[in-house]
């Protein structure tokens, strides 16, 4: 995406009294998109530890072990899936929308936006949660107390730190829309 065109032909259009200029837009959405990457990368290097355990240890039989593996790998590829799709369909959107009809593409974004925080992400982190319950009996049977304390309390403050995180990230975007309806 070439910045200075994309400027150059906003400004042609006019401003239309909008309280963003091109540059405006282009900085809260290309920081938007780098916290989107950020997202991505932490859940896909999390889905690629867990299924190279998955392939690598798990599969010798089934079990509740591995069907929490399963919830686990399954609700961070949704959310990956989900973070991709709506990267790069604002991107597209971005690239051949007026400034006027872009702005106006935000709002619904952002709106749908909420939606993917607000819904589904609280189910797959349960999903997820859920999966890593079904993963502690075993835990608890191969290793000792010390560690097993350990995974719980790390699991818990990551998820913490997961979760603080999607909060941010969803207060932002609603302050973004909070302003595009200025």
């Known amino acids: ?36 990457y950020i997202s991505i990368t932490v859940m896909t290097l999390t889905a690629v530890i867990i299924i190279i355990y ?3 240890y798990a599969f ?3 079990n509740t072990f591995n069907l929490g593996l399963i919830f686990m790998i399954s609700s961070l590829i949704l959310r990956i899936i989900l973070e991709f799709h709506s990267l790069y369909r604002k991107e597209k959107q971005l690239i051949s ?14 709106k749908t936006r909420q939606i993917i925080n607000c819904t589904i992400t609280p189910v797959c982190i349960t999903v997820y949660i859920f999966g890593f319950y079904l993963l502690l ?13 350990y995974i719980i309390v790390s699991g818990v ?10 909060v941010k990230s969803t207060i932002k975007e609603q302050r973004y829309l909070k302003q595009l309806h200025k």
Do not use: C, H
């Open 1 to 36: 995406m070439e910045n200075d065109n994309l400027s150059k032909l906003w400004e042609l259009q006019g401003n239309d009294s909008s309280n963003f200029n091109p540059k405006d837009i282009i900085t809260k959405a290309k920081k938007q998109r780098n916290g989107q």
């Open 60 to 62: 010798n039989q089934w």
């Open 157 to 166: 403050i990551s998820l913490i730190v997961v979760i603080v995180i999607i």
């Open 54 to 56: 998955v392939f690598y």
């Open 97 to 110: 929308l007026t400034q006027k009809s872009y702005l106006a593409y935000l709002k619904k974004y952002y």
């Open 137 to 149: 009996p075993y835990f608890k049977e191969y290793f000792s107390n010390g560690f097993f304390t």
